[in-house]
């Protein structure tokens, strides 16, 4: 069953705001990375049309945090560049996932 890229804003009384955004991509998905010479690059995942950017909040400063949540980022996409690869060998060309 293919899950179609969605936004979801879950709102109730007396509770804050939770925006979820779940990307479930196929051929029209893309990711990729602005980088810049005077300013932090902006990274970019579209699919349908949902379009989530990451981005340091300071324009011209970079911080701990910002360097410590891009090697998070990279050790998870890695993770899960392993998983599909690893599903993807185990199930066979164009297989699906157990």
């Known amino acids: 069953m293919r899950v179609p890229t969605q936004v979801t804003v879950y709102m109730q009384s007396g509770r804050q705001r939770d925006v979820s955004v779940s990307v479930h991509p196929d051929d029209d998905a893309h990711v990729y ?3 810049y010479a005077d300013h932090p690059p902006i990274l970019t995942v579209s699919h349908a049309d ?3 950017t990451v981005s340091p909040p300071e324009r011209s ?3 701990e945090a910002d360097l410590s949540f891009a090697r998070d980022l990279a050790e998870a996409a890695n993770t899960y560049l392993a998983e599909i690869t ?3 060998h185990d199930s066979g060309v164009g ?4």
């Open 33 to 35: 990375c602005s980088a």
């Open 50 to 52: 949902v379009s989530v």
């Open 61 to 63: 400063v970079i911080g």
């Open 86 to 88: 690893r599903l993807y």
């Open 95 to 98: 297989g699906r996932a157990a």
